[in-house]
């Protein structure tokens, strides 16, 4: 949803940091705004690099590296 210089990007769960750099980045506006928990709540969205190094890695729902494939088409989006 952009509403002037402002662009909110919702995301159903909890977003790694990284991930949500990267939208920041790729958006045109002059004020990203990543909002998680945002209509649904599924889980963890980490990088295929941490799967198994971290707690929310092990307890997440979603396939290793499934996180970097919704990212980049989320990205193609803004």
Do not use: H, R
């Not at 909890?14 to 958006?27: A, D, V, W, Y």
């Not at 506006?29 to 209509?39: H, S």
């Amino acid at each position: 949803m952009t509403i002037g210089d402002v662009q909110a990007v919702t995301f159903p769960g909890e977003l790694g940091s990284i991930f949500g750099m990267q939208i920041k980045k790729n958006s045109k506006a002059v004020l990203p705004l990543v909002i998680g928990y945002a209509d649904d709540y599924n889980g963890y969205f980490v990088s295929a690099e941490d799967y198994g190094k971290t707690y929310e890695s092990m307890v997440s729902d979603m396939i290793e590296g499934e996180t970097e494939k919704m990212i980049d088409k989320l990205k193609d989006c803004l």
